[in-house]
């Protein structure tokens, strides 16, 4: 598959989003697979590190989307936003189901994803529907915070973004059955 949702989007800045878990394009590690659903993984965001940030970049947002979901609107499952400027990284497990590791509560704010929990959940394409595309994507913002309820989706989160977003770092993991 080869749909990408950013393509739609206006052109911006480009920075470097790497990590320790997982490799671009490669497949991701049990530790990011769904364990919510069965599937015997330990729901743990992978490890992000990023640099090279657009000058002006006052907070980040940062999401996880997978474009080949069997719906018409994909899958999240990371939504993060009003990430402190000062950050560059998380931790491996820095963000769980329901759950951001104390040492990030106050540098970040999550909005529940499609499988309805505030946090992050691994990869859990259906069985026999092939690979799918994990999309881990730093935004940096021209803005110091967003205000959104708690109620809100990550696709509101992207609306909002829209406007403000002067560059993404980008970082996609594959898995499937």
Do not use: K
Request: hydrophobic share 40%.
């Amino acid at each position: 598959m080869t749909y990408d949702p950013y393509a739609a989007l206006p052109a911006v800045a480009e920075f470097t989003l790497t990590s320790e878990s997982l490799q671009d394009g490669g497949r991701m590690p049990l530790a990011q697979v769904a364990g919510m659903i069965g599937t015997g993984g330990g729901d743990r965001s992978p490890q992000l590190s990023w640099s090279g940030a657009p000058e002006g970049t006052r907070s980040y947002a940062l999401t996880c989307y997978d474009p080949d979901a069997p719906t018409a609107s994909g899958f999240w499952h990371l939504a993060a936003y009003n990430l402190s400027p000062e950050l560059s990284s998380l931790a491996e497990g820095a963000i769980t189901l329901d759950q951001v590791l104390p040492e990030y509560e106050s540098s970040l704010t999550l909005l529940r994803n499609d499988g309805g929990v505030r946090g992050f959940v691994g990869s859990a394409p259906p069985p026999g529907h092939g690979d799918h595309r994990y999309m881990f994507v730093v935004h940096a913002l021209d803005v110091a915070s967003i205000d959104l309820d708690e109620l809100a989706s990550p696709g509101l989160l992207g609306f909002q973004m829209f406007g403000h977003t002067l560059g993404r770092a980008r970082l996609t993991g594959v898995f499937g059955h």
